[in-house]
């Protein structure tokens, strides 16, 4: 993602309002009066704000949390996606979870946003941000009565861990556009995905990643077109929402390089070989598996995700990519609502 920085800052100075409202029938609702309360809430004199800190084997760092609204029975911790990305894409929830009494916490993992930037690279490793997911919860006083999680592309990764470890801690998980496997999305791409591409273009990409220039403007004159408006988002680039322009120029891209790898094109990185599929068995908790169509992710594989997992249900956005929750709204918030309701 970090060659979508520079695009993404001249893409921010054009993008506006792009009429991605839902239909009707996802019309905007009046929360109850009690979703306001910030009775006791310490954090109520910052707008939600909270410092969390973290102990981790390299000292104590602080991450950044923001909680929206208040609901006793439901409290959905965002995972945003990366590694290194920020909370700011999932500002698209403002729209859709306060008028279902649905309260959400806004979460900058470590080395993201407006948390901690340590340099150290040891820190940046699958089981360490389990245990910083795990301090969270303990400092923002979630428990399994109200605890939901939904992980985005590397924040599923990160919810399917943490469940693995802590789903005694868990009410419910949500894991939206991310598969199983690192080895089983390295083989989408390659078997199903590259042969769809200009094949000329894509001995083009390939030559230029083998050589090290990705930073060559020729490489994004490349990949916008043929991969990220197909699979990541699925409106001209120029025409992005905000947030999400925002938030990849917020990218830490050594985090994310070193985790996932220096292609845009798959995995490369520390969890090449990451895959949880046959565990899957093992979480008990309700878990809704949101897949699209036009993602980097299979969503057949999804679907057999959801049956793997023993109270899974599945979702597929059938017009959208990567980022669903913007280019098809309704198909994304109307099962992750429907889902929601049923945890209160």
């Given at each position: 993602m970090r060659r979508l920085i520079t695009a993404a800052m001249a893409a921010l100075a054009l993008a506006g309002a792009l009429g991605l409202a839902g239909s009707p029938a996802m019309a905007r609702q009046t929360p109850p009066a009690s979703y306001?309360?910030?009775?006791?809430?310490?954090?109520?004199?910052?707008?939600g704000v909270k410092m969390v800190?973290?102990?981790?084997?390299?000292?104590?760092?602080?991450?950044?949390?923001?909680?929206?609204?208040?609901?006793?029975?439901?409290?959905?911790l965002l995972l945003?996606?990366?590694?290194?990305?920020?909370?700011?894409?999932?500002?698209?929830f403002d729209s859709y979870l306060p008028r279902e009494g649905v309260e959400y916490i806004y979460y900058d993992?470590?080395?993201?946003?407006?948390?901690?930037?340590?340099?150290?690279?040891?820190?940046?490793?699958?089981?360490?941000?389990?245990?910083?997911?795990?301090?969270?919860?303990?400092?923002l006083g979630l428990t399994r009565d109200n605890f939901c999680v939904l992980g985005h592309s590397w924040g599923g990764i990160l919810a399917m861990e943490y469940a693995l470890k802590y789903q005694a801690n868990l009410k419910c998980m949500v894991i939206s556009n991310m598969v199983a496997s690192i080895p089983a999305y390295q083989a989408y791409a390659d078997k199903v995905l590259a042969p769809q591409m200009d094949?000329?273009?894509?001995?083009?990409?390939?030559a230029i990643e083998a050589s090290g220039k990705t930073t060559d403007p020729r490489?994004?004159?490349?990949?916008v077109p043929m991969h990220y408006e197909k699979h990541i988002l699925r409106r001209p680039q120029s025409e992005w929402p905000e947030p999400v322009v925002r938030s990849f120029s917020h990218l830490n891209y050594e985090l994310y390089s070193l985790m996932q790898g220096p292609s845009e094109l798959g995995a490369g990185g520390r969890l090449v070989n990451w895959d949880r599929f046959e565990d899957l068995a093992k979480i008990n908790v309700p878990t809704l598996v949101i897949a699209a169509k036009y993602d980097t992710m299979d969503p057949a594989y999804m679907a057999a995700m959801a049956k793997k997992l023993p109270k899974g249900q599945y979702a597929l956005a059938p017009n959208g990519s990567h980022l669903a929750m913007y280019d098809?709204?309704?198909a994304y918030f109307t099962p992750l609502i429907k889902f929601l309701r049923t945890m209160k």
């Amino acid at each position: 993602m970090r060659r979508l920085i520079t695009a993404a800052m001249a893409a921010l100075a054009l993008a506006g309002a792009l009429g991605l409202a839902g239909s009707p029938a996802m019309a905007r609702q009046t929360p109850p009066a009690s979703y306001y309360d910030n009775t006791g809430r310490a954090d109520a004199w910052q707008g939600g704000v909270k410092m969390v800190d973290i102990d981790t084997p390299k000292g104590k760092f602080r991450v950044w949390t923001k909680r929206v609204g208040n609901n006793p029975k439901l409290k959905l911790l965002l995972l945003h996606g990366g590694p290194g990305a920020t909370h700011e894409y999932f500002e698209v929830f403002d729209s859709y979870l306060p008028r279902e009494g649905v309260e959400y916490i806004y979460y900058d993992q470590l080395g993201s946003g407006n948390s901690d930037k340590p340099t150290d690279t040891d820190l940046w490793q699958l089981d360490r941000f389990v245990e910083e997911v795990e301090q969270v919860r303990k400092s923002l006083g979630l428990t399994r009565d109200n605890f939901c999680v939904l992980g985005h592309s590397w924040g599923g990764i990160l919810a399917m861990e943490y469940a693995l470890k802590y789903q005694a801690n868990l009410k419910c998980m949500v894991i939206s556009n991310m598969v199983a496997s690192i080895p089983a999305y390295q083989a989408y791409a390659d078997k199903v995905l590259a042969p769809q591409m200009d094949q000329k273009l894509l001995a083009e990409v390939k030559a230029i990643e083998a050589s090290g220039k990705t930073t060559d403007p020729r490489y994004m004159e490349i990949l916008v077109p043929m991969h990220y408006e197909k699979h990541i988002l699925r409106r001209p680039q120029s025409e992005w929402p905000e947030p999400v322009v925002r938030s990849f120029s917020h990218l830490n891209y050594e985090l994310y390089s070193l985790m996932q790898g220096p292609s845009e094109l798959g995995a490369g990185g520390r969890l090449v070989n990451w895959d949880r599929f046959e565990d899957l068995a093992k979480i008990n908790v309700p878990t809704l598996v949101i897949a699209a169509k036009y993602d980097t992710m299979d969503p057949a594989y999804m679907a057999a995700m959801a049956k793997k997992l023993p109270k899974g249900q599945y979702a597929l956005a059938p017009n959208g990519s990567h980022l669903a929750m913007y280019d098809d709204q309704e198909a994304y918030f109307t099962p992750l609502i429907k889902f929601l309701r049923t945890m209160k």
